[in-house]
């Protein structure tokens, strides 16, 4: 079975940092394409970020580019997604998906068969 759980989520004043972290289990990140999403109030969730372990390409929303990576220890099957220089604006609840049929990685939330149940990261001014 697939299972994809977040952890690291806080409150922080902006301009500081976050490390999500999302343990998965059911599958290796080293064959699939994992995205990071967000969705905040009243919002569509949106993709943040994604990386293809077996094609290699990557997307990252403009919004985070320059402030957030992407990294995975895969000996505990665990991948990062370091915030820095958080903003308000990045208040909303994180996601990370898992899509086990392509090759490649999408920013389409319905690209992705798994989820995670979310962590929440909050950014004051």
């Known amino acids: 079975e697939v299972q994809l759980v977040e952890s690291g989520g806080g409150s922080v004043q902006a301009g500081g940092s976050l490390r999500l972290s999302c343990a998965a289990s059911?599958?290796?990140?080293?064959?699939?394409?994992i995205g990071w999403f967000r969705q905040a109030p009243g919002k569509e969730r949106q993709a943040v970020l994604c990386i293809s372990s077996t094609d290699g390409n990557q997307y990252y929303v403009d919004s985070v580019k320059g402030r957030f990576t992407v990294s995975s220890d895969n000996a505990k099957n665990t991948m990062y997604l370091q915030m820095n220089t958080l903003k308000p604006e990045d208040t909303a609840s994180y996601y990370c998906?898992?899509?086990?049929?392509?090759?490649?990685?999408?920013?389409?939330?319905?690209?992705?068969?798994?989820w995670g149940p979310g962590t929440q990261v909050t950014v004051s001014s």
């Open positions: 059911g599958f290796t990140f080293d064959n699939a394409a």
């Open positions: 998906a898992v899509d086990l049929v392509n090759d490649w990685c999408s920013p389409l939330v319905s690209m992705y068969e798994h």
